[in-house]
């Protein structure tokens, strides 16, 4: 089971469409996936059509819920999702509060799951304990990087929380970037994706999302794209990026 981040504190840079979408395409290749919605927003949950919950990632994080008891079956074969609501903002205020193992919620009970090839974690827009637990309990951190002025900005604190990660706890995360929100008529989206290929090199995903219609309107249907607009230039990125996560 590989466990995977998406992380990024700015917002507004894919991080839930990312984390939905390829998710959706990790299950259509017959990996069983299952999405962690770590973000207080719920936006992850909502997107896949979830709306009334009578339990959410809080009652797993801070009343001791047994993870399996939260997950819910989507309408895409092979993908469930643990899903939450706003209510999630208290934990990151109780976390705070916590003396010790603050940071490492999360990283047993799902270490503790069965049956499932890839779990991806959908993460707030902040560095706060919430986004410290995903990333502890993770493999991998994909991190979304906007094709737009300033992509770069920001991207040192969550490198720099990693490298704290790897230090004072010893875990080694991998890292990947993915450019997102692609508009190939700029020459400035251009440019800045030959600046992020040459800054991080081969940690970069081949795959460029597009900033595209499709995809922007799907959660509002409560669908992927998978089941949205599966002939889009934005389902055909994502399925490009589930192949290139499964070759690594």
Do not use: W
Request: with cysteine; proline share 5%.
């Amino acid at each position: 089971m590989q466990v995977i981040a998406i992380a990024n504190q700015k917002g507004g840079c894919g991080k839930t469409t990312t984390t939905v979408n390829l998710a959706a395409y990790l299950a259509l290749n017959g990996k069983r996936t299952l999405l962690v919605d770590l973000d207080p927003q719920g936006s992850s949950t909502r997107h896949l059509g979830l709306n009334e919950l009578d339990k959410t990632m809080y009652d797993v994080l801070m009343r001791g819920l047994d993870i399996r008891a939260l997950i819910k079956n989507t309408m895409v074969s092979d993908l469930d999702i643990a899903p939450t609501n706003n209510f999630l903002g208290k934990a990151e205020l109780e976390l705070a509060s916590k003396l010790t193992a603050r940071e490492s919620v999360l990283r047993p009970k799902l270490r503790s799951l069965e049956g499932y090839d890839y779990v991806l974690i959908d993460t707030p827009p902040t560095l706060g304990f919430l986004t410290l637990n995903a990333l502890v309990a993770s493999d991998m951190v994909l991190i979304p990087i906007q094709t737009q002025f300033f992509a770069l900005m920001g991207l040192s604190m969550i490198l720099d929380l990693l490298e704290l990660i790897k230090s004072d706890l010893g875990y080694d995360i991998k890292k990947r970037y993915l450019l997102t929100l692609f508009d190939p008529r700029t020459k400035m989206a251009k440019e800045i994706v030959a600046q992020v290929k040459e800054s991080l090199g081969e940690d970069v995903f081949k795959t460029v999302i597009p900033n595209n219609i499709r995809l922007a309107e799907a959660p509002s249907y409560g669908l992927p794209i998978t089941l949205h607009a599966p002939d889009s230039p934005g389902a055909l990125a994502y399925s490009n990026l589930a192949k290139e996560v499964m070759a690594l």
